[in-house]
């Protein structure tokens, strides 16, 4: 059974950085993209970045030279925040997929999905 946790959610001020961690468990990591979506309050589940199993990566326009997603050897993915706004605030979630030459940021082509962490960037 695919498990996803996350971790490393916080309040920030605007132009601080914050680093999500994503451990999952229950699948061969080779055979599987991640990814993380965010969802403010009031608006729908955005794609943020994906990695696929060969490294691969893409992201939102929003984010774009902000964020940084990486994963280890293991099934484990990272975010790595920079140069946060106030609109960067919203439950952050992981997600994955077992398809390994794959990149969408589409919510609807995950189905497994971790439980969230909060990030909010405020003054």
């Known amino acids: 059974q695919v498990q996803l946790v996350e971790s490393g959610g916080g309040s920030v001020q605007p132009g601080g950085s914050l680093r999500l961690s994503c451990v999952a468990s229950?699948?061969?990591?080779?055979?599987?993209?991640m990814a993380w979506f965010r969802q403010a309050p009031g608006k729908e589940r955005e794609g943020v970045a994906i990695i696929d199993s060969f490294g691969r990566t893409m992201y939102s326009d929003s984010v774009k030279g902000r964020f940084t997603i990486s994963r280890d050897n293991f099934a484990n993915v990272y975010l790595q925040m920079n140069s946060l706004e106030p609109g960067d605030t919203a439950m952050y979630y992981c997600?994955?997929?077992?398809?390994?030459?794959?990149?969408?940021?589409?919510?609807?082509?995950?189905?497994?999905w971790g439980q969230g962490t909060p990030v909010t960037v405020s003054s």
């Open positions: 997600a994955a997929v077992q398809r390994r030459w794959f990149l969408s940021l589409l919510a609807s082509d995950f189905p497994n």
């Open positions: 229950g699948f061969t990591a080779g055979h599987y993209s």
